[in-house]
């Protein structure tokens, strides 16, 4: 599966931007999709998760609130709304996808394959 973030960018704090996670390869909808982040000498962290058929999301508790997670298996794609950012949401985000499902979905072993980042700057 190779998938591909986008929707990265400068914003200014209180606002809204929305990232999508294109993927390709293998049915998108047999796979679980989760959002992780890295911020400028910080390790990656866990953002989000969304089950294979949308059913079931799960958020940091950073995040939770401001930020939704939701896809589109007809389009094989999947995004991250993310509204009230604030300075310490900069950070390049990662979309990654597993296929075994489980409660693990915070580390990032959990996932199988993983997009290139897409840089999230929230200026003040």
């Known amino acids: 599966v190779q998938l591909q973030a986008s929707g990265g960018g400068l914003v200014q704090a209180g606002g809204p931007l929305r990232l999508s996670c294109a993927a390709s390869?293998?049915?998108?909808?047999?796979?679980?999709m989760g959002w992780f982040r890295q911020a400028p000498g910080k390790a990656r962290e866990f953002v989000a998760r969304?089950?294979?058929?949308?059913?079931?999301?799960y958020y940091a508790d950073s995040v939770k609130g401001r930020f939704t997670i939701s896809r589109d298996n007809t389009k094989n794609a999947g995004h991250l709304q993310m509204s009230s950012l604030k300075p310490e949401d900069t950070a390049v985000y990662y979309c990654?996808?597993?296929?075994?499902?489980?409660?693990?979905?915070?580390?990032?072993?959990?996932?199988?394959?993983w997009g290139q980042g897409t840089l999230v700057t929230v200026s003040s």
């Open positions: 969304i089950s294979w058929n949308g059913g079931s999301t």
């Open positions: 390869g293998r049915t998108f909808s047999t796979l679980g």
């Open positions: 990654a996808a597993d296929q075994y499902g489980g409660s693990n979905y915070r580390r990032e072993s959990f996932y199988d394959y």
